[in-house]
Protein backbone atom coordinates (compact mmCIF):
# COMPACT_ATOMS: atom_id res chain seq x y z
CA UNK A 1 0.00 0.00 0.00
CA UNK A 2 1.51 3.40 -1.08
CA UNK A 3 1.85 5.81 1.93
CA UNK A 4 -1.05 8.31 0.08
CA UNK A 5 -3.22 5.70 0.46
CA UNK A 6 -2.59 4.98 3.98
CA UNK A 7 -2.75 8.58 5.00
CA UNK A 8 -6.04 9.09 3.45
CA UNK A 9 -7.52 6.18 5.60
CA UNK A 10 -5.64 7.48 8.48
CA UNK A 11 -8.12 10.63 7.98
CA UNK A 12 -11.12 9.03 7.22
CA UNK A 13 -11.34 6.62 10.13
CA UNK A 14 -10.86 9.83 13.07
CA UNK A 15 -13.87 10.95 13.99
CA UNK A 16 -15.17 14.74 12.83
CA UNK A 17 -14.43 16.62 16.56
CA UNK A 18 -17.57 18.42 16.54
CA UNK A 19 -17.06 22.25 18.12
CA UNK A 20 -17.77 22.00 22.15
CA UNK A 21 -18.41 25.71 22.51
CA UNK A 22 -21.85 25.73 20.16
CA UNK A 23 -23.02 23.30 22.53
CA UNK A 24 -22.41 25.09 25.66
CA UNK A 25 -24.10 27.99 24.29
CA UNK A 26 -27.36 26.51 23.85
CA UNK A 27 -27.36 24.94 27.15
CA UNK A 28 -26.69 28.47 28.43
CA UNK A 29 -29.27 29.72 26.00
CA UNK A 30 -32.36 27.28 27.28
CA UNK A 31 -31.20 27.14 30.97
CA UNK A 32 -31.60 31.07 30.57
CA UNK A 33 -35.00 31.13 29.20
CA UNK A 34 -36.38 28.84 31.56
CA UNK A 35 -34.90 30.55 34.01
CA UNK A 36 -36.84 33.48 32.89
CA UNK A 37 -39.81 32.06 32.49
CA UNK A 38 -39.97 30.50 36.37
CA UNK A 39 -39.25 33.91 37.37
CA UNK A 40 -41.85 35.43 35.91
CA UNK A 41 -44.07 33.05 37.10
CA UNK A 42 -43.12 33.09 40.89
CA UNK A 43 -43.39 36.88 40.71
CA UNK A 44 -46.75 36.93 39.06
CA UNK A 45 -47.55 34.58 41.94
CA UNK A 46 -45.76 36.44 44.68
CA UNK A 47 -47.55 39.55 44.29
CA UNK A 48 -50.90 38.20 43.46
CA UNK A 49 -50.81 37.06 46.97
CA UNK A 50 -50.78 33.26 46.33
CA UNK A 51 -47.48 33.00 48.69
CA UNK A 52 -47.04 34.35 51.96
CA UNK A 53 -45.64 37.63 51.95
CA UNK A 54 -47.61 39.10 49.06
CA UNK A 55 -49.25 41.31 50.73
CA UNK A 56 -52.31 43.17 48.85
CA UNK A 57 -51.21 46.59 48.61
CA UNK A 58 -47.94 45.55 46.88
CA UNK A 59 -50.03 43.12 44.28
CA UNK A 60 -52.02 46.00 43.47
CA UNK A 61 -49.39 48.40 42.92
CA UNK A 62 -47.59 45.93 40.62
CA UNK A 63 -50.66 45.94 38.10
CA UNK A 64 -51.05 48.00 35.51
CA UNK A 65 -53.27 50.94 36.99
CA UNK A 66 -53.01 49.81 40.61
CA UNK A 67 -51.80 52.83 42.25
CA UNK A 68 -55.59 54.01 41.01
CA UNK A 69 -57.16 51.15 42.30
CA UNK A 70 -55.68 52.23 45.81
CA UNK A 71 -56.73 55.52 45.51
CA UNK A 72 -60.38 54.32 44.38
CA UNK A 73 -60.25 51.83 47.37
CA UNK A 74 -59.47 55.08 49.77
CA UNK A 75 -62.22 57.06 48.18
CA UNK A 76 -64.70 54.06 49.03
CA UNK A 77 -63.51 54.01 53.04
CA UNK A 78 -63.65 57.95 52.76
CA UNK A 79 -67.51 57.66 51.66
CA UNK A 80 -67.98 55.13 54.06
CA UNK A 81 -66.36 56.95 57.04
CA UNK A 82 -68.20 60.06 56.11
CA UNK A 83 -71.69 58.04 57.30
CA UNK A 84 -74.44 56.41 55.84
CA UNK A 85 -76.48 57.43 52.65
CA UNK A 86 -79.13 60.67 53.33
CA UNK A 87 -81.89 60.85 50.65
CA UNK A 88 -83.64 63.71 48.92
CA UNK A 89 -86.83 63.33 47.55
CA UNK A 90 -88.14 66.08 45.48
CA UNK A 91 -91.44 66.89 46.25
CA UNK A 92 -93.58 67.69 43.92
CA UNK A 93 -92.98 65.24 40.89
CA UNK A 94 -91.78 66.72 37.61
CA UNK A 95 -94.55 66.73 34.76
CA UNK A 96 -93.84 67.69 31.53
CA UNK A 97 -95.55 67.45 28.35
CA UNK A 98 -94.23 66.54 24.43
CA UNK A 99 -95.63 65.84 21.45
CA UNK A 100 -95.46 62.21 19.86
CA UNK A 101 -96.51 61.87 16.27
CA UNK A 102 -98.97 64.75 16.36
CA UNK A 103 -100.04 63.90 20.09
CA UNK A 104 -99.04 66.04 23.26
CA UNK A 105 -98.01 63.30 25.54
CA UNK A 106 -97.11 63.46 29.50
CA UNK A 107 -94.53 62.37 31.37
CA UNK A 108 -94.50 62.54 35.06
CA UNK A 109 -91.07 61.91 37.47
CA UNK A 110 -90.51 61.49 40.97
CA UNK A 111 -86.77 62.13 41.91
CA UNK A 112 -84.30 61.69 44.89
CA UNK A 113 -81.38 62.39 45.22
CA UNK A 114 -78.47 60.71 47.76
CA UNK A 115 -75.65 61.44 49.34
CA UNK A 116 -73.32 61.10 52.54
CA UNK A 117 -72.94 64.83 52.63
CA UNK A 118 -75.68 66.90 54.82
CA UNK A 119 -73.89 69.87 53.51
CA UNK A 120 -74.96 68.94 50.01
CA UNK A 121 -77.97 67.73 50.83
CA UNK A 122 -78.65 71.25 52.44
CA UNK A 123 -77.53 73.22 49.42
CA UNK A 124 -79.66 71.51 46.87
CA UNK A 125 -82.93 72.50 49.24
CA UNK A 126 -81.38 75.74 49.31
CA UNK A 127 -80.98 75.87 45.08
CA UNK A 128 -84.41 74.15 44.50
CA UNK A 129 -85.63 76.41 42.56
CA UNK A 130 -82.95 76.39 39.82
CA UNK A 131 -82.25 72.58 40.27
CA UNK A 132 -86.41 72.05 39.23
CA UNK A 133 -86.27 74.33 36.54
CA UNK A 134 -82.86 73.06 35.03
CA UNK A 135 -84.37 69.13 35.18
CA UNK A 136 -88.14 70.47 33.88
CA UNK A 137 -85.90 71.68 30.78
CA UNK A 138 -84.09 68.53 30.46
CA UNK A 139 -87.00 66.55 30.65
CA UNK A 140 -89.32 68.55 28.42
CA UNK A 141 -86.52 68.36 25.53
CA UNK A 142 -86.96 64.69 25.60
CA UNK A 143 -88.47 62.32 22.42
CA UNK A 144 -90.71 58.90 23.08
CA UNK A 145 -87.91 56.33 21.79
CA UNK A 146 -85.38 57.93 24.47
CA UNK A 147 -87.67 57.39 27.73
CA UNK A 148 -89.71 54.45 26.26
CA UNK A 149 -86.01 52.06 26.69
CA UNK A 150 -84.07 51.12 29.42
CA UNK A 151 -80.90 52.60 28.31
CA UNK A 152 -82.97 55.61 27.36
CA UNK A 153 -83.68 55.98 30.72
CA UNK A 154 -80.63 55.28 32.25
CA UNK A 155 -79.08 57.89 29.94
CA UNK A 156 -81.65 60.59 30.93
CA UNK A 157 -81.00 59.68 34.56
CA UNK A 158 -77.19 60.07 34.30
CA UNK A 159 -77.68 63.11 32.05
CA UNK A 160 -80.50 64.89 34.95
CA UNK A 161 -77.09 64.19 37.85
CA UNK A 162 -74.84 65.35 35.60
CA UNK A 163 -76.86 68.66 35.68
CA UNK A 164 -77.46 68.30 39.44
CA UNK A 165 -73.87 68.17 39.98
CA UNK A 166 -73.40 71.27 37.42
CA UNK A 167 -75.27 73.43 39.39
CA UNK A 168 -74.09 72.64 42.59
CA UNK A 169 -70.47 72.74 41.57
CA UNK A 170 -71.85 76.51 40.32
CA UNK A 171 -73.41 77.24 43.76
CA UNK A 172 -71.32 75.93 46.42
CA UNK A 173 -68.06 74.55 45.03
CA UNK A 174 -68.77 71.03 45.74
CA UNK A 175 -70.94 68.54 44.44
CA UNK A 176 -70.75 65.34 46.45
CA UNK A 177 -74.29 64.17 45.01
CA UNK A 178 -73.69 60.14 44.46
CA UNK A 179 -76.89 58.89 42.66
CA UNK A 180 -79.86 60.55 41.04
CA UNK A 181 -82.60 57.75 41.17
CA UNK A 182 -86.27 58.02 39.39
CA UNK A 183 -89.00 57.05 42.27
CA UNK A 184 -91.86 57.52 39.84
CA UNK A 185 -91.96 57.29 35.98
CA UNK A 186 -95.73 57.42 33.98
CA UNK A 187 -95.87 58.02 30.80
CA UNK A 188 -99.37 58.91 29.02
Request: hydrophobic share 40%.
Amino acid sequence: MPVDEEKDDVEASEPEKKPKGSMVKIIIIVFAIILAIVGSVGATLYFAGVFPGGDKESAEMSEEGGAEEKSKEKSEKKKAAKGPAIYFPFKDAFVVNFIDKNQIRYLQINVEVMSRNQEVIDSIETHLPKIKNNLLVLFSDLDIGMITSVVGKQKLRDLALEELRKILKEETGHNEVEALYFTGFVMQ
